[in-house]
T-cell receptor
Framework: GENVEQHPSTLSVQEGDSAVIKCTYS??????FPWYKQELGKRPQLIIDIRSNVGEKKDQRIAVTLNKTAKHFSLHITETQPEDSAVYFC???????????FGKGTMLLVSP | SQTIHQWPATLVQPVGSPLSLECTVE??????LYWYRQAAGRGLQLLFY??????ISSEVPQNLSASRPQDRQFILSSKKLLLSDSGFYLCAWTPGQGNTEAFFGQGTRLTVV
């Protein structure tokens, strides 16, 4: 089955800095890579996703890059704000399975 | 539009008591349904998933069970809770495939005392 590794487990940045979270996956058949944000005590919510037919996707201050050859993908947050503080999860899925495989999460702390 | 309902939001149960958490999805048919658990506010551990009525796949052997009596209803149960069952339980659904966006319920904070 799929295995997703996520780093770092904790990331502290100053407001305005950029933050990068990296994930690797093991199954070359995986073709869908979402990122979820979970605020304290709340449900995870999708913030951006990418499919294997593109290498990069942007949405305002958030971007995701995918390197299929190396089997890794990254989340980039620019101009971080205190409200970006949350736990971020990456995930991978392929059409042969019925489940997303999640990374263990990164706690992002943005200090004012 | 599709919505997912999960209840209760919080629950405090004594060790050895039974458990029943319910999740329903509206506005779609034949969804894939999932139960996840989060301990200590971090990783999402997949407990069960279902691709159809009566079809349950278990990812982690433990004293929990799941059932899908109707197309859009998913129930998580236990006959006797353990202290280690405490955590944040999340129901989720995807539109019939695993490689699409998952939508999560609000979660149930279970504390076993």
């Amino acid at each position: 089955g799929e295995n997703v590794e996520q780093h770092p487990s904790t990331l502290s940045v100053q407001e305005g800095d950029s933050a990068v979270i990296k994930c690797t996956y093991s199954d070359s058949a995986s073709n869908y890579f979402p990122w979820y944000k979970q605020e304290l005590g709340k449900r995870p919510q999708l913030i951006i996703d990418i499919r294997s037919n593109v290498g990069e996707k942007k949405d305002q201050r958030i971007a995701v890059t995918l390197n299929k050859t190396a089997k890794h993908f990254s989340l980039h947050i620019t101009e971080t704000q205190p409200e970006d503080s949350a736990v971020y999860f990456c995930a991978a899925a392929n059409p042969g399975y019925s489940t997303l495989t999640f990374g263990k999460g990164t706690m992002l702390l943005v200090s004012p | 539009s599709q919505t997912i309902h999960q209840w209760p939001a919080t629950l405090v149960q004594p060790v050895g008591s039974p458990l029943s958490l319910e999740c329903t999805v509206e506005g779609t048919s034949n969804p894939n349904l999932y139960w996840y658990r989060q301990a200590a506010g971090r990783g999402l551990q997949l407990l069960f998933y279902s691709v159809g009525i009566g079809q349950i796949s278990s990812e982690v052997p433990q004293n929990l069970s799941a059932s899908r009596p109707q197309d859009r209803q998913f129930i998580l149960s236990s006959k006797k809770l353990l202290l280690s069952d405490s955590g944040f339980y999340l129901c989720a659904w995807t539109p019939g495939q695993g490689n699409t966006e998952a939508f999560f319920g609000q979660g149930t904070r279970l504390t076993v005392v």
